[in-house]
């Protein structure tokens, strides 16, 4: 079956290398962009057979746009979102998370298309301790509901309800993700933070890292593999904050972090960066969402990615020398 997809998201970092994983295997790729998106991680690229790459002006919170830039595509991954997480902000992110998941879902039902929906780990359940959640585990009161993971999930139920009435979607959650093509500085931002920062103290929970690369290929296997309504975890290494920290400042040469933040030093951190967003009226980095979540071990088991799609992860050191070479080679270190 040949395959032509439409991508969403293409100028973030995840929707970029899912963009180039499919050039790559010689997938007719287009994409969906906002007129006003910085366009940089898009130029010089072509589809196989030497065209140029099918740019659609659109929105995702625009069905119409949708609807013009699907026609003739067999298959849509769904990558764009609004990924600032904090308390303030909810109805943007419903807006964009929500509305715009509900309208991709909308038009591939529409086309009869096979949508790749992509959504977070934060949007399923924790265990509460080390032990890494799953695709089953329930989500709940160990979830901190900032908009972020509020609009995450309710955009998968969304989705849910479209596939109830049978769409032939996926859902996939990727883990905290580093790679290349961060030209927005997503969670680069941490690379290049901890460089200029020096903190001695890292969060005390912990992440499930993983390659955006790596990811990609996952996305890339679920267009044709996944039966209607399944989700999959794209995951990776689950470590502590303090020990990527530490691998970071391996490879990046930084000062490497001594231990874990106490309690008191996470509230206090948590309490002058509320402070601080009020007083400039627009919520920062540095929130009690994002310290409350960094408290937690966000683990999580890709063992059904694995063994359907055929997902692989790279090694820590090689998945943060890659993504600190591309932000040093394009300028952003």
Known sequence: M????????????LGNNVLRECLAHGIQAEVLVRTKSDRRALNGLCNHSGEPLVIHDGDITDIESIRKAAQGCSHIVHA?????IGW?????????????????ARVAF?????????????????TGNETPANEDTPYGKLNIPSTYVVSKREADVEVGKWISKGLNAV?????????????KLSSGKMLVGLTRNYPLLSPRGGCSLCDARDVASGIISALSTGKAGEHFILAGHNLSYLDLWRAISDVTGAVRPLWRMDRVTMLTTALIGDIAS???????????????????????????????LGYQFREINTIIA??????????MA
């Not at 303030?88 to 991709?104: A, E, F, P």
């Not at 529409?110 to 924790?126: F, I, K, M, P, W």
């Not at 890659?322 to 300028?331: C, F, S, T, V, Y």
């Open 110 to 126: 529409e086309n009869q298309q096979r949508l790749v929906h992509v959504s977070t780990v934060n949007a399923l359940g924790l």
């Open 171 to 183: 859902t996939v959650h990727p883990g905290f993700m580093l790679g290349p093509f961060d030209w």
């Open 88 to 104: 303030q902000g909810l109805d943007k992110q419903r807006r964009i998370n929500v509305t715009g998941s509900s309208n991709m």
């Open 80 to 84: 764009a979102g609004d990924i600032h």
């Open 2 to 13: 040949s395959i032509r997809v439409l991508i969403t998201g293409a100028t973030g970092m």
């Open 322 to 331: 890659d993504a600190w070479n591309w932000l040093k080679q394009n300028g």
């Open 278 to 308: 009020k007083f400039t009226g627009k919520e920062g980095d540095v929130n009690s969402a994002v310290v409350r979540m960094s408290a937690q071990y966000h683990y999580y088991s890709s063992d059904k990615a694995t063994r359907i």
